[in-house]
């Protein structure tokens, strides 16, 4: 070692014992430092198990939420079949309802026919009464009136 000087017993005695004086400030420093970085290693070592802890909580609700949107889109998926199913099924009900009617009014319609052409006949029939009754109401008026005229001839003479 060059760095110190020699004497007549060794080394100088105020070099050895300031390079040692050096050399523990350093070896202190050192461990400072070291304990520093620990402190500072055991301090990132828990933030990193916290970030750990967090990431693995956000990953749980992550899988929730991924749950609960496969849930929705399941229910979401199954309201709109069963709306299209009642949509169907109302359409097929309102087209049996409106076949009914039209039956129902083909019905009517033609029973309405069957009653007019029954009146219409049962008219014919009272005209063709009523002519004949007149017509015989008449021959009996004319035969009064012709008994009237002979009781009122045989009265005169």
Do not use: C, P
Not at 8 to 27: A, C, H, M, R, S
Not at 76 to 93: R, Y
Request: hydrophobic fraction near 35%; glycine fraction near 2%.
């Amino acid at each position: 070692m060059d760095k110190f000087h020699r004497e007549w017993n060794g080394y100088k005695k105020e070099e050895v014992n300031q390079f040692i004086q050096d050399t523990i400030t350093k070896l202190e420093g050192m461990l400072n430092k070291s304990k520093v970085q620990e402190q500072r290693l055991i301090e990132l070592e828990k933030s990193l198990q916290e970030s750990k802890r967090k990431l693995r909580n956000t990953q749980e609700q992550l899988a929730h939420y991924q749950m609960m949107e496969s849930n929705l889109k399941k229910a979401l998926l199954q309201a709109e079949n069963t709306s299209n199913h009642i949509k169907k099924m109302a359409t097929e009900e309102g087209n049996m309802i409106i076949e009914n009617a039209k039956q129902n009014a083909n019905r009517i319609v033609n029973d309405a026919l069957l009653r007019a052409e029954k009146i219409e006949i049962q008219t014919d029939t009272l005209e063709r009464n009523m002519r004949i009754f007149k017509k015989k109401l008449r021959l009996i008026v004319e035969q009064q009136m012709a008994v009237v005229e002979e009781i009122e001839t045989l009265d005169l003479k």
